[in-house]
């Protein structure tokens, strides 16, 4: 049974800095990209930054140039390190791991974990 497994959210101030980190744990093969999303109230899941398995990275516009995403290939884990936090980052992060096989042969598919509040105070 794969799961993802997410740690390091909480409450900080608008300025600060947060790292999240999410690990993949079971049986697994492969995965392709791992990344984070985030929702905030009564708003849509929006993508914040994903890391392929080859190390290339996407960033939404509104994290640019202060968030960074970084992955261990080994450990299944990916991290993404938060600077310079503001209130509008407030929301609900969730680790996803897309194209990830258990065994060689199964078919790909993409997990999500349960989600890391963020809170930045303003």
Do not use: H
């Amino acid at each position: 049974q794969v799961q993802l497994v997410e740690s390091g959210g909480g409450l900080v101030q608008a300025g600060g800095s947060l790292r999240l980190s999410c690990t993949a744990s079971g049986t697994i093969f492969t995965i392709n990209t791992m990344g984070w999303y985030r929702q905030a109230p009564e708003s849509q899941r929006e993508l914040v930054a994903t890391i392929s398995s080859l190390g290339l990275t996407k960033y939404s516009d509104s994290v640019k140039g202060r968030f960074t995403v970084s992955r261990d290939n080994a450990k299944n884990t990916v991290y993404l390190q938060m600077n310079s936090l503001k209130p509008e980052d407030t929301a609900v992060y969730y680790c996803n791991a897309e194209g990830l096989r258990p065994v060689w042969y199964t078919t790909p598919r993409d997990y999500w974990g349960q989600g890391t509040q963020v809170t930045v105070s303003s």
